[in-house]
């Protein structure tokens, strides 16, 4: 339960024994704050907002309770309580309005007695009115412009008079759990700007010398939600810390720090969610996943189900760029695409940037997931881990030094080959293999206020064999990075510097037959050096700026005899190496309250990089093999081909009201890096490719705009975003090449122009019992690759529909909390059916029966629609226990929907007939047992 | 055991069972009708003379897809169009549709040249006009040896590989194709004495008072005539084309010749070896173009689409377009090529050792349509058989003699000579395809 203060009021002083009292005192007389008729019809906001700003009251509410009503004033000048009463008695709700202007709307007859802390106020002085006074203060325009810090009063301590001869002041107090009153042991008070700290003793008392003047005091512990409270310290004195659970407050304050962003922040096409906040969501067999999490936002798509990446507003998947702890993850999935590399214990939380990409970033089209770790408690230790039918984990973390720096390990593998080996199964199973494992290491280390770094590693192995098939697929990412943070004397200007290397190895054993045997393999290795910074201590002002420089190596294939028997000759495709470095610089400029524009460049240079023999091809003529005129040998580090361009950021912000805002952008962005593949799903067998001396890099073009609102008394959180993508020098396929060895990928490849626009709708519910969020998006994508030269044509030059074109999505997330222990959750997914070539007829020709196909994407495979549940239970609250358990059973497709990945032909006995494959055709039930040391929140 | 399948039902263990929940259904799309009744057009020229023929057809759509279908009942012909093949210089031909879909051009008409570019030209019933792109006929390059070796396929059948290599061409990249006809000698393993063609004679006296009887039996009543001789038809031989692609390139290799090419492979017992073989290989030389082509159309209709991961299949069409409306698909290919033939006979030492394979596979006893013993009672049942046969002209004429007759349930060598009937093909050769006449260049 948390109240919720209506902001933007001049709060006037109030005392717990005085509200007492006021109760107590019917109001007579003359009618307290009349309301004028003209009010009539207003919603629950708007009246508010008026009434705040006529009489200075302050209105206490639990934004749950407030259904969307309107006003009815029959008469004029009625009392506030008269006509709050009349008008939330209709949800059940009693409206009581005190003489200072406190009104209070609540479910249960007002009590007389309140509960400590039901205002959640975040001081209540305890020691005589005559000595100290507290009061609040009007709110920090700043603070409702960055949700960041929460310091929404000040509160007075001592007199003028009292301290007109001291220096320095002692403030003294006690730290008590807002619910219980329990006093909080260990808690550190901390000013802000000395550093200077103390901790709470056994009973909470706590002393600390500080300056006369304002201070900001940061109060931390490890069971509590931290507070910033402003002081303003006149003369000795004293105040009580009312803190509350982490654990009550959890959900709060991950909304709370949303709540604001979306619609405050320049920022638009973002979504950024923590694992806390996703966890409830039921997935297939019960693994938590961030990716697959990200499938369920507006504008994120997948071609069905196992098969890896996604499509962000009608683009390929090789335009997104996954970065965790800056180490960038090539491969992002586990099991051809069933689960992602992610390993969602190690996670705090991920963005996903889909229309204005931060000017750090560069080199992809679509859009940066980028994912920050888990770093380790830096106070204790713990532990915890979990059984699914897939995998176990275990994540460990603690202290190195208490306080200075902290581990944090976390491992998950799965164990399907055990149970292969206990278990008494098919053939056909036994034959199958899927196993993978990650790893991710986190080391901080705070090594004085200035200066933090971070050491992180990563690593992910999967191995893979069909059954059925005879073909073994390994692949693997390797990366780690370091993290250097440093604040600049006013601790509000930082740069990062970090230093990341990523490598990804693919292998694809192939042993059918034996003499044929072999080993195909290839490779990527991306290093990077960024930095980058943020001046902040400008006014209405935010600087950004830095370089970056990436060292692009690419195994381009080899293929070689897996044993001795094989009679399969070496063949290798050689390395190939570019160098992508941007310079960057942005400004976000807060021309008014209600006006931000934001504005960044970054100069892009690309360098394909020797040794290398390249061709080149008669000008005006298809690059194929009967057109090179001449072949070009490029020297170790020579430049073969320089590729430079300026990307463009622009950003807008109008505030339309404090809590509706109207935003723009345009982003110009340019990509050297190609994934090739020629199946239509991501399948594991793909390799990269950098733009070289005949590809060009891809530039993309984006305009978005869109609306943001924090509607129902900030409840609900609603936006609507749409936006026009062009991208040019797309690299695509022509029909029918086959990648697999080709040497000179411009003879098989053509590039091309996208086309994609869309609009999407989202609503979230942010608090309550329910939570989740509801989103559609309308979106189209498609390719045209046309040429005056039929050689240069992809569908005769005639655009087409791009794989992912999926019209229609809809996603619905929702979590219903039965109590703290208890909760059910759901997923209801739609799309229209991806789009897809069909055959269509057949003939006959020189003696064979050929099969006709329709158009490229012409059709579409049924419209996809699915069902998810989970129950989770969690194991007692008892604050003082060993080890903490939750069980969660999850069914995923619930209505056994058989939903079609695809739709083939095939010979059956003397006829053809069509099937459609269906991945998940019947509801998976899967029951996961997590575990950890400590209790619930712990 | 049930219970351990019980478990594995109700709970999901591992991945791997994951991967097999997949599940298949049957389903039959929606179509656009435009998508079905498409052109399709077969034709080539190349420097050997004509006539040459070109093929024009519609496609069918999925769901008449059959494989009881022959080739011959899935044809639709495109009729009442007006074909052409037109060279470089503007000479050009109008084609004779011959029969329904088939074009044909004169004898002694237009003769493809090496060097010179043809393209086809085809205007239909409703006016619609399409046209080929110039197709050039490529220089021939020399076929330099053909010849067999010896080839053990899957661990068990022995048999030849005939290879191809070329002659070295100076161009760096040639595509080749080839085209191979089998011709073989056979037998029919026995000679008829009798033929029924359906006409029966009662045994008669002649006017000189001489009685005639039937040829083998004093008491039967029907008489059949005796042949002559001199009739022999169970000599033949059989040319066919042999089925499969046979191509290749040296855009990859190094060497500018093919060396060893395989072509195709027939076991050592096989019947046609049993006589003499002999082997024409013909080798087009084609454009990069054609190649691809031809590459494509096969995969496309090869691989199995049966798996997560498949290549996008996307429509192939050639190189005929419609004048007047690009976006109007058409498919199949006009092509020339340049053809260079060699011929060698299979060698010798590794005919079949069997007497007789098509005696033995084909003229069995199973197959037997009557049979009598050689001597006096018997004939109830031969005349019981033509009278049979008497209302069954397909079976006409029907062949008797002496023939080998093995017993199925004794020894192979347990044999008789026994008067039969057996089918046609065992007396006429012809009736398995080929012609008596022998082929030109048969040595």
């Known amino acids: 339960m948390k109240y919720c203060l209506s902001r933007m009021t001049r709060i006037k002083p109030f005392l717990v024994f005085v509200l007492i009292f006021l109760l107590n005192c019917s109001v007579f007389g003359q009618v307290q704050y009349p309301v004028p008729k003209k009010y009539d019809n207003l919603n629950w906001q708007s009246f508010v907002e008026k009434i705040k700003e006529k009489y200075g009251v302050r209105i206490f509410y639990h934004p749950d309770e407030i259904k969307d009503i309107r006003f009815n004033i029959p008469v004029d000048s009625l009392s506030l309580e008269k006509v709050l009463n009349e008008n939330v008695k209709q949800i059940g709700l009693r409206a009581v309005v005190t003489e200072k202007g406190n009104v209070f709307l609540t479910k249960d007859p007002f009590k007389k007695s309140l509960p400590k802390g039901f205002f959640n106020a975040l001081a209540v002085k305890t020691e005589s009115i005559t000595d100290t006074e507290t009061q609040t203060k009007e709110q920090a325009e700043e603070f409702l412009e960055t949700a960041t810090e929460y310091i929404p009063e000040t509160f007075v301590v001592g007199s003028y008079e009292k301290g007109a001869l001291l220096k320095n002041v002692i403030l003294k107090g006690y730290a008590k759990n807002a619910i219980s009153g329990e006093a909080i042991i260990g808690a550190t008070i901390m000013d802000k700007e000395s550093s200077r700290g103390v901790a709470t003793d056994e009973n909470g008392y706590f002393e600390i010398n500080l300056s006369k003047g304002k201070h900001i005091l940061i109060i931390q512990s490890v069971n509590i939600k931290e507070k910033r409270i402003e002081v303003d310290l006149r003369s000795n004195g004293s105040i009580e810390l009312l803190l509350d659970d982490k654990v009550v407050m959890l959900e709060d304050v991950i909304i709370r720090g949303q709540r604001n962003n979306k619609v405050k922040t320049t920022q638009m096409g973002i979504e950024r969610l923590s694992i806390k906040s996703v966890k409830k969501i039921p997935l297939v067999f019960g693994e938590k996943d961030v990716v697959k999490v990200a499938l369920l936002l507006p504008g994120v798509k997948s071609l069905g189900e196992g098969s890896a990446g996604f499509n962000v507003r009608g683009s390929p998947s090789d335009q997104n760029l996954f970065y965790i702890n800056n180490v960038p993850i090539y491969n992002t999935s586990h099991a051809a695409g069933f689960f992602s590399a992610f390993n969602s214990d190690a996670i705090e939380e991920f963005a996903l940037y889909k229309s204005n990409i931060p000017i750090s970033y560069g080199g992809r089209l679509s859009s940066i997931f980028n994912i920050k770790a888990k770093s380790g408690n830096k106070n204790r230790f713990s532990a915890n881990g979990g059984i699914s039918p897939i995998t176990g984990r275990l994540l460990v973390e603690g202290p190195i030094q208490d306080d200075k720096s902290s581990f944090l390990l976390s491992a998950r593998s799965t164990y399907s080959n055990w149970i292969l080996e206990v278990m008494d199964v098919d053939e056909d199973i036994k034959d199958s293999r899927a196993n993978f494992y990650d790893a991710v290491t986190n080391f901080s280390f705070k090594i004085n206020d200035k200066n933090e770094l971070g050491i992180f590693t990563y690593a992910s192995h999967d191995k893979m064999k069909l059954a059925g098939v005879s073909t073994m697929y390994k692949y693997s990412n390797i990366g780690g990075s370091i993290i250097w943070k440093h604040y600049f004397n006013n601790q509000k200007n930082f740069f990062d510097f970090s230093i990341a290397h990523s490598m990804y190895d693919f292998t694809e054993e192939v042993d059918e037959v034996d003499y044929l045997a072999y080993k195909y393999s290839n490779a990527i290795d991306h290093s990077e050096l960024k930095m980058d910074i943020n001046i902040n201590t400008i006014e209405h002002h935010k600087i950004n700026y830095g370089v970056n420089s990436i060292l692009y190596k690419v195994n381009r294939g080899l293929k070689e005899p897996l044993n001795q028997e094989s009679t399969i000759s070496v063949l290798e495709l050689g390395d190939e190496k570019g160098i992508e470095a941007g310079v960057f610089i942005s400004d976000e400029w807060e021309v008014s309250k209600k006006l931000t524009v934001y504005g960044g460049l970054r100069y892009n240079m690309y360098s394909s990089l020797g040794p290398q023999k390249v061709y080149k091809y008669a000008d005006g003529l298809p690059k194929i093999t009967e057109n090179v005129e001449d072949s070009i040998f490029f020297k170790n580090n020579e430049i073969i081909k320089f590729n430079g361009g300026l990307d463009i950021r622009l950003a807008a912000k109008y505030m339309l009201d404090d809590d509706i805002s109207l935003k723009f952008s345009y982003n110009r962005l340019r990509q050297n890096i190609f994934m090739l593949s020629n199946t239509i799903a991501v399948s594991p067998n793909f390799k990269w490719k950098l733009s070289d001396y005949n590809i060009k890099p891809s530039i993309g073009d984006q305009i978005s705009a869109g609306f943001f609102a924090n509607i129902f008394a900030n409840r609900y959180e609603l936006s609507i975003e749409g936006y026009y993508k062009k991208v040019q020098n797309l690299l695509e396929i022509k029909d029918g090449e086959d990648l697999f060895l080709n040497q000179n990928v411009e003879t098989s490849t053509l590039q091309g122009e996208l086309d994609a626009y869309g609009v999407e709708f989202m609503i979230k519910k942010l608090y309550g019992k329910l939570t989740g969020w509801f989103n559609y998006t309308y979106s189209r994508s498609s390719v045209l690759v046309d040429s005056e030269l039929q050689e240069n044509q992809i569908n005769n030059g005639e655009s087409y529909l791009s794989n992912y074109d999926k019209p229609h999505a809809i996603n619905l997330v929702a979590t219903y909390d039965f109590s703290r222990r208890v909760n059910i959750s759901g997923n209801l997914v739609y799309s229209t059916g991806r789009p897809i070539t069909y055959p269509t007829g057949y003939y006959y020709w020189d003696d064979s029966r050929i099969i006709n196909y329709s158009k490229r994407n012409k059709y579409r495979i049924p419209d996809y629609f699915r069902v998810d549940l989970s129950i989770t239970v969690e194991g007692s609250l008892r604050k003082r226990k060993f080890a903490h358990g939750s069980w969660t059973l999850s069914v995923y497709n619930l209505l056994g929907r058989k939903n079609a990945y695809s739709v083939f032909y095939k010979r059956v006995s003397d006829n053809i007939k069509a099937y459609k494959l269906s991945i998940f055709g019947v509801p998976m039930v899967s029951l996961t047992y997590n575990i950890k040391l400590g209790n619930y929140e712990n | ?443």
């Open chain 2, 1 to 443: 055991m049930k219970i351990n399948k019980h478990i594995t039902y109700v709970f999901i263990f591992s991945l791997p069972i994951l991967l097999l929940l997949s599940c298949v259904d049957e389903t039959w799309p929606e179509l656009d009708p435009s998508d079905e009744d498409l052109l399709v057009v077969e034709g080539r020229i190349t420097n050997l003379p004509g006539p040459y023929t070109v093929k024009l057809s519609r496609t069918l759509p999925m769901d008449s897809l059959s494989e009881n279908n022959t080739m011959a009942d899935d044809f639709v012909p495109f009729t009442n169009a007006v074909v052409s093949i037109t060279d470089d210089q503007n000479n050009s031909e109008t084609l004779t549709e011959i029969e329904p879909g088939i074009y044909k051009t004169a004898e002694g008409g237009i003769q493809g040249m090496v060097g010179k570019s043809y393209k086809l030209t085809i205007v239909s019933e409703d006016g619609k006009a399409y046209e080929s792109d110039y197709e050039e006929i490529l220089e021939p390059i020399g076929i330099d040896s053909i010849y067999t070796k010896e080839e053990l396929v899957d661990d068990v059948i022995l048999g030849y590989r005939f290879v191809v290599s070329s002659d070295l061409n100076p161009a760096e990249r040639n595509f080749y194709k080839w085209e191979l006809y089998e011709t073989y000698e056979y037998h029919a393993p026995y000679n008829p004495q009798y033929e029924f063609n359906g006409v029966f004679t009662n045994a008669y006296t002649d006017a000189q008072g001489n009685f005639h009887p039937g040829s083998y039996s004093d008491t039967r009543p029907y008489n059949i005539p005796k042949l002559p001789n001199s009739l022999n038809l169970n000599v033949c031989w059989q040319t066919e084309k042999v089925e499969g692609s046979y191509r290749e390139t040296t855009k990859y290799i190094s060497t500018s010749k093919i060396d060893e090419f395989p072509l195709h492979f027939i076991y050592y017992g096989h019947t046609k070896l049993r006589f003499k073989y002999n082997l024409l290989v013909q080798q087009h030389s084609i454009s990069e173009k054609a190649y691809n082509y031809l590459e494509e159309l096969e995969e496309q209709n090869s691989y199995d689409e049966n798996e997560l991961y498949t290549k996008q299949p996307y429509q192939m069409r050639g190189n005929v377009r419609n004048i007047n409306n690009s976006g109007e698909p058409v498919l199949g290919y006009f092509y020339t090529s340049g053809i260079s033939e060699k011929r060698m006979y299979a060698p010798p030492d590794k005919r079949p050792k069997h007497k007789n394979e098509y005696a033995a596979f084909y003229c069995y006893s199973a197959n037997l349509l009557s049979v009598s013993y050689l001597g006096v009672g018997a004939t109830n049942q031969i005349d019981l058989f033509l009278e049979l046969m008497s209302n069954r002209p397909s079976y006409w004429p029907v062949y008797f003699g002496p023939a080998v007759i093995y017993h199925p349930d004794k020894m192979p060598w347990d044999w008789d000579i026994w008067f039969a009937a057996y089918p046609k093909y065992c007396y006429d050769c012809r009736e398995k395809g080929g012609q008596l006449e022998k082929p030109d260049f048969w040595e």
